[in-house]
């Protein structure tokens, strides 16, 4: 059954809009130095791990070559360690909620600048120590869990003014 003229005629600015959201979204993408592939979630899921105490809501889970891996956006223009840390836990909880295994994630810089993250098995080994050691501290909670911020890290931190080991 073929359109009728009006329909054709409205068919025709909403494909128009169609285009151009797609064209939109990608250059807005690129502006923000995203990269391509399926959003499963933007901002949009809280994963949690209860074996190892973990929870993380990635900005942005990407469906890539058969597995999803996660993209964080920060304000920050170089990759911090902490950085990779928190990607370091998003790999673990993809894995745990999930069942893929990420075999990378992305951090983007204020400056539009995009980082690969590997989940290799020193990052995994990292991650999973801090983590054992706040579920320690947990159980201890008079005890503080000894950190090393670098100069500038506390700055914006909201737990500076019950932090005893603030550094500014
Ligand atoms: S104020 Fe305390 S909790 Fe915040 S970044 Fe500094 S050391 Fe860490």
Redesign the pocket.
């Known amino acids: 059954m073929g359109l009728t003229p009006w329909a054709a005629a409205a068919a025709v600015p909403a494909l128009l809009i169609g285009v151009l959201l797609v064209l939109t979204g990608r250059r807005v993408r690129e502006r923000r130095g995203l990269g391509a592939g399926g959003t499963v979630s933007l901002d949009a899921v809280t994963l949690r791990s209860r074996r190892f105490g973990l929870t993380g809501r990635p900005d942005r889970l990407i469906k890539t070559g058969g597995t999803v891996i996660p993209e964080e956006w920060k304000s920050a223009r170089v990759l911090r360690p902490w950085h990779r840390a928190q990607m370091g836990v998003y790999f673990v909880l993809i894995e745990e909620e999930l069942r893929t295994r990420p075999p990378h994630g992305f951090v983007t810089c204020g400056d539009g600048t995009r980082h690969r993250v590997e989940n290799d098995e020193q990052l995994r080994a990292w991650v999973l120590d801090l983590a054992g050691r706040i579920r320690a501290a947990r159980r201890e909670p008079g005890e503080p869990l000894p ?1 090393r ?1 670098v100069p500038g ?2 700055r914006p ?4 003014p019950h ?5 500014l």
């Open positions: 950190v911020p890290q506390c931190c909201g737990m500076r932090c005893r080991q603030a550094k």
